[in-house]
């Protein structure tokens, strides 16, 4: 499956922001995920949600600031972002089925291209 990425661009801190991520087939059967990656940093998780049940997972920095959501018939994934922070500030990765058996670690079958999400203090 390929991933598309959009949304990104410059929002002021304590703004909001949603991104999303098309793929290219259906993802009702896939776990997805979103992962950032700062200038110089580590790629790291952000959100995830489990296709069975939905459940979601999120970082600490996420908890309570970002949503994810799929429209599953629009094959489409979503980060809703608010109350942005300068930390924030990276280009955000859409990533479907992961390899094994964490959600949070960036092993995933599929990526997509990335967006620049950059947050103005």
């Known amino acids: 499956v390929q991933l598309q990425a959009s949304g990104g661009g410059l929002v002021q801190a304590g703004g909001s922001l949603s991104l999303s991520c098309a793929a290219s087939?259906?993802?009702?059967?896939?776990?997805m995920a979103w992962f950032r990656q700062a200038s110089g940093k580590d790629r790291e998780f952000v959100a995830a949600?489990?296709?069975?049940?939905?459940?979601?997972y999120y970082s600490e920095s996420a908890k309570g600031r970002f949503t994810i959501s799929r429209d599953s018939s629009k094959n489409m994934v979503f980060l809703r972002m608010s109350n942005l922070k300068s930390e924030d500030t990276a280009v955000y990765y859409c990533?479907?089925?992961?390899?094994?058996?964490?959600?949070?670690?960036?092993?995933?079958?599929?990526w997509g291209q990335g967006t620049l999400v950059t947050v103005s203090s």
């Open positions: 949600f489990r296709w069975n049940d939905g459940e979601q």
């Open positions: 990533a479907a089925d992961p390899k094994g058996s964490s959600y949070t670690i960036p092993q995933y079958r599929f």
């Open positions: 087939g259906n993802i009702f059967r896939r776990s």
